[in-house]
Every structure is written in structure tokens, then in C-alpha cells.
Nanobody, 120 residues
Framework: QVQLMESGGGLVQAGGSLRLSCAASGSIVSIRNMGWYRQAPGKQRELVAS???????NYADSAKGRFTISRDNAENTVYLQMNSLKPEDTAVYYC??????????????WGQGTRVTVSS
């Protein structure tokens, strides 16, 4: 019914940049919040950043000043531009979307995750 497809992860040196993308597809009527979470080895999944349908953003303290979340409503896509990456940013990054499908149901959907590795 609904798929969230992430891309853009990889290996980068500390101080480098990566841009993650997540495209939502399927029987979608509308998308409310979209966001990025991450889960490092041995840690709980945590919010990195989120954006509402009107463009209001929210960032984890660890992401402020370095990461920028944006979305293209026409393409049902959310982006995460990550600059000044640090080894502690190493994690699997998951896309998340709260959306309404054609049946009228509203649920939260998750992508499969994309791995980001930052070497020191």
C-alpha cells in the first residue's frame, strides 16, 4: 500500500556531508509530518528532525546547526542535508511519515533504513 524508500546513506569522513532522501509512494491521500530518526548500535531509535506539511521544522539538539530537513510536497519526498558530520552521527537513519491513505486511515509508516557511517 505505502512504501517509504530511503537513499543517500554511505561512508563519509568526519567533517563531510551527506544528503538523505526519502520518497513516499502508494495509496497516499495526504502526508502530515515527515521525519528522520536514527538508531546507533546498542542505542534506542531517536528523532533527528521532523517537518510538518506547512514546513515547520523540529530538530534534535545534536542536529541543530548541522542538519537541515526539507520536503517536496508535490513529490512526497523528504530530505535531510547533513553537514559537518561526526563519528557519533554513525547510525541507521530511518524515514518516518504520518499519512492518510485512500481508505481514510491515518497511520505512521517507516522506511527500511539507510546506513550512515562517519569515519574519524
Amino acid at each position: 500500500q505505502v512504501q517509504l524508500m530511503e537513499s543517500g546513506g554511505g561512508l563519509v569522513q568526519a567533517g563531510g556531508s551527506l544528503r538523505l532522501s526519502c520518497a513516499a509512494s502508494g495509496s497516499i491521500v495526504s502526508i502530515r509530518n515527515m521525519g528522520w530518526y536514527r538508531q546507533a548500535p546498542g542505542k534506542q531509535r531517536e528523532l533527528v528532525a521532523s517537518v510538518t506539511s506547512s514546513g515547520s521544522t523540529n530538530y534534535a539538539d545534536s542536529a541543530k546547526g548541522r542538519f537541515t530537513i526539507s520536503r517536496d510536497n508535490a513529490e512526497n519526498t523528504v530530505y535531510l542535508q547533513m553537514n559537518s558530520l561526526k563519528p557519533e552521527d554513525t547510525a541507521v537513519y530511518y524515514c518516518n511519515a504520518r499519512l492518510t491513505i485512500t481508505t481514510g486511515m491515518t497511520n505512521v509508516y517507516w522506511g527500511q533504513g539507510t546506513r550512515v557511517t562517519v569515519s574519524s
